[in-house]
């Protein structure tokens, strides 16, 4: 079973940055987490979990993003470690949320911005982007 940690999250003034970690364990001997697709995901409260970012190594090393965060977040990862990084940028106040991690081992691309589509889920972590 897949447990997925995150970590990075906290208070920040508005345009400061803060850089998110999903840890994934209990993979598979012989695979790694870039034999899945991993995404961000983030509520706010009151709201419905929306996607943010999401990466399938196998396909090109694309990655998608939400329109709000282009520009501003970058999701990358570090197979060897079995963890994956949103880095954040020019925080507005409206990316205040708990970000969740999710992997999925056979997301098609055009489920890869649902959150149906993925099988492991990490716990969250708060960023709360305030003055």
């Known amino acids: 079973q897949v447990a997925l940690v995150e970590s990075g999250g906290g208070l920040v003034q508005p345009g400061g940055s803060l850089r998110l970690s999903c840890t994934a364990s209990g993979i598979d001997s012989g695979r790694t987490i870039g034999n899945y697709a991993v995404a961000w995901f983030r509520q706010s409260p009151g709201e419905e979990r929306s996607f943010v970012a999401a990466?399938?190594?196998?396909?090109?090393?694309?990655?998608y993003y939400t329109d709000s965060v282009k520009g501003r977040f970058t999701f990358s990862r570090d197979n060897a470690k079995n963890t994956v990084y949103l880095q954040m940028n020019s925080l507005k106040p409206e990316d205040t949320a708990v970000y969740y991690c999710?992997?999925?081992?056979?997301?098609?691309?055009?489920?890869?911005?649902?959150?149906?589509?993925?099988?492991?889920w990490g716990q969250g972590t708060q960023v709360t982007v305030s003055s």
């Open positions: 990466n399938r190594w196998r396909d090109g090393h694309t990655t």
């Open positions: 999710a992997a999925g081992a056979g997301v098609i691309t055009s489920r890869i911005r649902i959150g149906a589509a993925y099988d492991y």
